[in-house]
């Protein structure tokens, strides 16, 4: 979906008139009865649909709404309905940058760091309200020019909501972290104290997007690593899409019979 579709120029210019929002179906239940309601037919972990302001479809497909392909024939033939899509609804003028586009937690946040090969921010602070003050500072860099898509975003109340990052000294404000391979652990590349983000935030971004290297991924490297490393991600709730869910029975069953004696 990602590479056939969403990051061509022209999909990624006409997406500027919507919001855009990504859904992680299986860290929370309400995410996936929203997902299931977008699609026909089985639930799956995968759903693709165009919505107006209201959360009608605004386009239909004759397919089970998967994917892109569901509803355009190619990324030109998207970019032309979501122009047409966006010229009935007009941008309303408001004050402010949008909110921050924080994940659910910072463990998928870290994930979908990985996966996206993105660097990850983490804003941390005990209370809700100076987390919320910290990520509309972050939020006025993040939907910027030079930094907006470029990083992934999560907000933790202390470290110890992301206890396989080591080392960490920051109580309150702002950690630059490059995710692992999975995005089970990561390295911190700055820490930014919450007095000094308006001052430290801007460059620490920059140093960071100019050092970040994505690396080179494919299902099979992947997956042939992960065995060897015995890696198993645990979802929050069981996967509902039945070919996935027995994929995974039978990776585990493989990783359990290595770990035997």
Request: aromatic share 6%; proline share 8%; net charge positive.
């Given at each position: ?19 855009c929002?990504?859904?992680?179906s ?127 975003y ?14 960490t000294?920051?109580?309150?404000g702002v ?8 995005g089970?652990?990561g ?27 994505k ?47």
């Open positions: 979906m990602d590479r056939s579709f969403l990051s061509q120029p022209a999909v990624v210019t006409a997406s500027s008139d919507f919001v929002i990504r859904l992680i299986y860290e929370d239940e309400s995410e996936k009865a929203f997902v299931a309601s977008l699609k026909r037919g089985q639930v799956a972990n995968t759903a693709f649909a165009m919505l107006t302001p209201e959360g009608a479809h605004a386009a239909r497909g004759r397919g089970p709404g998967r994917g892109p392909r569901d509803l355009y024939t190619d990324p030109a033939d998207m970019a032309r309905g979501m122009a047409e899509i966006a010229a009935r609804y007009p941008a309303k003028k408001v004050e402010g940058a949008p909110a921050l586009p924080i994940n659910l937690t910072p463990k998928v946040g870290l994930v979908v760091a990985a996966s996206d090969l993105q660097p990850l921010v983490l804003v941390v602070a005990d209370k809700p309200e100076r987390r919320k003050g910290l990520e509309a500072l972050v939020a006025n860099l993040a939907w910027s020019k030079p930094f907006q898509g470029f990083f992934t999560a907000s933790a109340s202390s470290m110890q909501e992301l206890p396989t990052i080591q080392g000294t920051l109580t309150e950690m630059l972290i490059e995710p692992d391979i999975f089970l652990g390295r911190v590349v700055t820490e930014i104290p919450a007095a000094q983000l308006e001052t430290t935030l801007p460059g620490a971004l920059r140093a960071t997007l100019q050092s970040h290297v690396p080179q991924k494919n299902r099979q490297q992947m997956a042939s690593q992960g065995f060897r490393e015995g890696v198993y991600y645990e979802t929050n709730i069981p996967v509902s899409g039945q070919g996935e869910a027995n994929d995974r029975a039978r990776y585990k069953k493989r990783l359990d019979a290595k770990k035997e004696p």
